[in-house]
């Protein structure tokens, strides 16, 4: 089943140009290619679908699904050191003279060099959609730096992919804290987990987990100037999720209803459990991220 958990969301411009059949094009010249032996890392595209191994991107209703696989080496950085260590001791033992800093550094690159090619490997996957019908780029990332990786990565086998932040009139954290004092816009419920911090880099912060949100103990944070930086929310009683003061979207899960509907569709396979989720998973987005925009008070204008 396909699912995205946690999502970046990016507003793709209009006249980005780009189709299907373009995007695939583009992506199947950069595949994902293993590091070599004096390789640090490697990034590619390889298929998001397994059974469809030989098809780079999975196209169902415009909506363009991409998965980026990338290889890391692992060669610890204490590991470099204490071999550089003991060889600097020898020399200096044996030509009776203290090694440099000049000389250390070569020596610790050049330990690094001889390591590289026998470090282990650590392997991820990072998926996201490119909804051409909705001009939108969802990342399937907790952390808004990885999903800027991915979208560097998109940028140079695409050539050019004009995305910016969603900016909406009202900021989630202005938004959250007017709801927990005055209760849920429509079609959205509290959950009872929420996190409130004074401003400031330094303000004190108030995480609550498995709480009553109308509480006095959570009112008197709001009192005392506390602002909503993260709020468990539902929509339409489908959808559970976090929302951040960045905008960002975590913690997505199904609720009974929509797996319900998931249960229901006509998936006698694998293969058609992929289809079926992956189309009710971008029929459900399209619904809830403009309810979201909506609820913030509207997207700015560029």
Known sequence: MLWFRNLQVFRLSADHGMSADSIR????????????????????????????????????????LVALKTETKLLPAIVIRQEADERIRHIEEE???????????????????ELLPRAFTKQGVQRAIIDLQ???????????????????????????????????STTPQTAMTIWLEQGAPDDFTLDADCELRFPGDDGAVARFTRQDLNADEVRQHLESGKLVTKMGMSWNERISFQ????????????????????KNADADSQDALFESSFALTVGELRQFLPAIIDALGGELPV
């Open 25 to 64: 094009a583009s992506l199947e010249k950069k595949p994902f290619v293993p590091c070599g032996s004096m390789d640090v890392s490697s990034a590619g595209w390889i298929a998001p679908a397994k059974h469809r191994p030989d098809e780079i991107t999975y196209t169902q209703q415009d909506a363009v």
């Open 95 to 113: 030509e009776a003279r203290k090694v440099g800093r000049k000389e250390t550094k070569e020596i610790r690159d050049r330990v690094a060099e």
């Open 243 to 262: 929302l951040t003061e960045k905008l960002e979207l975590k913690r997505l899960a199904m609720l009974d209803v929509l797996q319900d509907d998931l």
């Open 134 to 168: 909705s001009n939108l780029v969802l990342v399937e990332s907790a952390s808004s730096s990885r999903a800027e990786n991915l979208l560097s990565d998109l940028r140079e086998a695409l050539g050019s992919l004009p995305t910016r932040l969603l900016q909406t």
